[in-house]
Structure formats: structure tokens, C-alpha cells
């Protein structure tokens, strides 16, 4: 048989996953054959050697970035990730690795981690060529693999900014008032508007209905109550999924938040926990601290009593925050504590402790200017307090994620200057050794 009769007997297709160039009989066409390079099965059609893209596979081949020669090509410039939500593949370019990204099936944001060193490896490896049964025409590789570029309008044309230098100021406390900041504190005023509306009406009428031992008011205190509640638990959900967004996305080097889906009512009540737990915790080791320290003082533990109390209010502020970051690193409302966090707050103890002290002035300043406007005019402290309180809890939000951000850097530049003395210390000692 003549050697084109024997080329027309089998077809030429490419295995998406290894490169391998393999070469079925026609009798197979319709069927899968397996590779013998990375065993995974390879569908054989007729159109494989018409068309650009390996029919069946289209899609698998087509996510391979995969050179016009059988020479190996350039490193691509994408990683592949795989959404944890809905299990879809994204191609983020390497500028974002550590960053995080929008999946457009779900929505949900996406660590952009970096490719594994075997990734790498095969993207260098040039294609093989394997023969079953026979030895068909050899062919170009460009004939059967697409080089087309992967189309992904999900990612921007250009890696967002990194935050300014000056990390603790700079579009710190302006933040709630950023184009797309703006949205979110007006939704977070009005709730609070609501909530703190019924907490006023609540606390100035309930003496008077107490008072009364009619039916009407034994009936209007639980409804009231009830009602404050259901609004003052949906008020929480919508902030503490600020909380949660705002903190997520600014230690991921973004300057403004690009997924605020934990911000909506649904997800925000799942969100309440990450906040309030750690509150109960750091409460319960304040309180325990005072009971000790009071219980064992030998003299009249009055005298001690107000130290007491101020220890533990510095307890409850100094550790509420390392829960809150390390429940939230560790996905985890009941993980108050993280190694890496701490190594994060002590690696860069400067910044904890500034970001810790402008957050208790702002916290302050508002708790302070509350209880003197209550004194003054409730309904009005009400009114004008919502606005105040919605943008102090995004503002220090956005500092704790500035401090994340800004932390990573400077413990990463610390152990590179460790891992660097190192080993000139070895180069020393050998040197002297020598």
C-alpha cells in the first residue's frame, strides 16, 4: 500500500492536557482512545484535521495556551483558578495573583493564587509524538490546536493601583463617600435612621406604658419590643457585611470594594456572627480578669474596683479586634485566633497599635457625642447619629484592611531581609572557614 493510502487510514489529533500528538485509525473516529502520556481519554473525529479546533474538545483545548510550532513557547500570561463557589475555571492574568477577582458564573470573589511549579513545567514541554498502530504523514501542529486568545472580559485591561504609602490616611476617611462607597452608606444610614428611630421611640414610651396596667399597653411592650428587635438584627446584618466587604477587599490591595455581596440582608445575617462572637468572647476574658483581680486583692477591693474596670475595658479593645481579623482570615466565626495574624500584628506592632488608637478616638468621639445629644434631644440625636455611625464603622473597617494590607508587605520585607543576612552569614563563615 502506497504511503499516502496508508496516511488516509488514520487521523492526526492532539491531546489537550500534554500536547501529545496521537494518531488513531479512522475505524476509531467517534470513539475516545487514551493517552499514553497522561492517560486521559482523547475523542477521535474526522474534523480534527479540518478545523482549527479539535472537534469535541473545543472548549478543553481552547483553555490551553498552546504555541504554533512544536517548539515550546513563552510562558503564558495567565494562571488557571478554579472558583470554590460554583467550580468554575478562570484565567486571571498573572499581574493579579494574591488579588481577588469577580467569578462570572456566581459572582463570588475569587483568591487568585500562584500557578504550582509543575504548571510551569508543562507549558514548557515541546509536543511528543506518539503512533498507534502505525506511522501516519507527519503534519503541523498549528493544524489542529487553536491559538486563538483566551476571551475573558471579566478582568480589567490593567491590575488595580496599589494603596498610597501613606496607608492610615490616605483615602482612609474619605472612604465612605467614594463613587462606589456612596451606595452603601446612604443604605447603611437609613437602616440605622430606622433602628435608631424605634430604640428612641422605644426607650422614651416605655416607662409610661409600664406604667399603665391596661390591656393596650401590656400588648404594645412586646410588640414594640419584638419590632425593634427584627429591625435592629436586620441593621446589624447590613453592617457587619460592610464589615466584612470592606476588610476583604482593601487588604486585597483594592482601593475600593469591587464585591459588596456580603453587604446584601441575606448574606449579612450569615456575617453577624463574625462580629458579635468575638465581642462575647473578649467580654467574657474582661470579666474574668476583674472577678480575679478583685477576688484576689487582700484589702478592701473597692479601692481596686475602678482599675479593675478600666483593665478590663483595655482588654475587651485590644483583643475584640485580633478575633474579628482572625475569625474573618480563617473562615470561621468561632476561630478567635490565627498565627497568622499574629504574626501580622506583631511583625508590624507600629501600625496595629496607631490603626487600634484612631479607631478607638472615632469610636469615642461618636459613643460620646451619642450620649450628650440623648441628654439634649433623643429624636434628633437619632436622626443626625445615623449618618455619623455608618460612616465611622466603614471607616474603620477600612482602616483594620489598610493595616492587613500594609502588614503583609512589611513582615514580607522583614523575613526577605532576614532570609538575605542569613545568607551572607553563611557566605562569611564559609569564606572564613575556607
Known amino acids: 500500500m502506497s504511503e499516502g493510502n496508508s496516511a488516509e487510514l488514520y487521523v492526526t489529533v492532539v491531546c489537550p492536557t500534554c500536547r501529545a500528538?496521537?494518531?488513531?485509525?479512522?475505524e476509531l473516529i467517534g470513539k475516545r482512545v487514551r493517552c499514553p502520556d497522561c492517560?486521559?481519554?482523547v475523542r477521535v473525529s474526522e474534523q480534527a484535521t479540518k478545523s482549527a479546533h479539535f472537534a469535541g474538545e473545543s472548549t478543553a483545548a481552547s483553555e490551553y495556551r498552546l504555541s504554533e510550532t512544536d517548539?515550546?513557547?513563552?510562558?503564558p500570561k495567565t494562571v488557571l483558578t478554579t472558583c470554590g463557589t460554583c467550580g468554575a475555571r478562570l484565567y486571571p492574568r498573572v499581574e493579579l495573583v494574591g488579588k481577588r477577582v469577580k467569578c462570572p458564573d456566581c459572582f463570588k470573589p475569587v483568591l487568585v493564587r500562584p500557578p504550582p511549579k509543575e504548571y510551569a513545567v508543562k507549558q514548557q514541554r515541546p509536543a511528543v509524538e506518539y503512533r498507534l498502530n502505525a506511522e501516519p504523514a507527519p503534519n503541523p501542529l498549528a493544524q489542529f490546536i487553536s491559538t486563538e486568545p483566551i476571551e475573558d472580559p471579566l478582568f480589567e485591561s490593567e491590575p488595580p493601583p496599589p494603596p498610597p504609602?501613606?496607608?492610615?490616611?490616605?483615602?482612609?476617611?474619605?472612604?465612605?463617600?467614594y463613587p462606589g462607597t456612596l451606595g452603601r452608606w446612604c443604605t447603611l444610614t437609613l437602616f440605622f435612621l430606622v433602628a435608631n428611630t424605634l430604640a428612641t421611640v422605644l426607650l422614651v414610651s416605655l416607662p409610661t406604658l409600664s406604667g399603665d396596667h391596661n390591656v393596650g399597653s401590656a400588648i404594645m411592650v412586646p410588640f414594640m419590643l419584638a419590632l425593634c428587635?427584627?429591625?435592629?438584627?436586620?441593621?446589624?446584618?447590613?453592617?457587619c457585611g460592610c464589615v466584612v466587604a470592606v476588610i476583604r477587599d482593601t487588604a486585597s490591595g483594592n482601593d475600593e470594594v469591587a464585591d459588596w455581596s456580603d453587604a446584601e440582608i441575606y448574606e449579612g445575617l450569615w456575617r453577624i456572627p463574625y462580629i458579635v462572637f468575638p465581642w462575647i468572647v473578649a467580654g467574657a476574658l474582661a470579666y474574668g480578669l476583674y472577678f480575679v483581680l478583685t477576688a484576689a486583692w487582700p484589702g478592701d477591693a473597692s479601692r481596686i474596683e475602678p482599675w479593675a474596670r478600666l483593665l478590663g475595658t483595655i482588654v475587651v479593645f485590644a483583643v475584640y479586634p485580633m478575633m474579628v481579623l482572625a475569625a474573618l482570615e480563617q473562615g470561621g466565626w468561632w476561630l478567635v485566633y490565627s498565627p497568622d495574624v499574629m504574626r501580622l500584628i506583631f511583625g508590624f506592632l507600629g501600625g496595629w497599635l496607631l490603626v487600634n488608637f484612631a479607631a478607638a478616638v472615632l469610636i469615642?468621639?461618636?459613643a460620646g457625642l451619642t450620649l450628650l445629644g440623648v441628654k439634649w434631644s433623643p429624636y434628633a440625636t437619632a436622626f443626625v447619629g445615623a449618618p455619623l455611625l455608618a460612616a465611622v464603622i466603614l471607616i474603620v473597617a477600612r482602616m483594620y484592611g489598610r493595616f492587613l494590607y500594609r502588614a503583609n508587605e512589611v513582615v514580607a520585607v522583614k523575613a526577605k531581609d532576614r532570609a538575605h543576612d542569613a545568607d551572607q552569614g553563611d557566605d562569611v563563615a564559609d569564606v572564613a572557614a575556607s
Open 21 to 26: 500528538r496521537l494518531s488513531p485509525r479512522r
Open 39 to 41: 492517560d486521559v481519554p
Open 71 to 75: 517548539q515550546p513557547g513563552e510562558q
Open 165 to 177: 504609602r501613606r496607608w492610615y490616611f490616605s483615602g482612609v476617611f474619605s472612604f465612605p463617600w
Open 229 to 239: 428587635g427584627i429591625v435592629w438584627s436586620l441593621t446589624m446584618a447590613v453592617a
Open 364 to 366: 469615642g468621639a461618636c
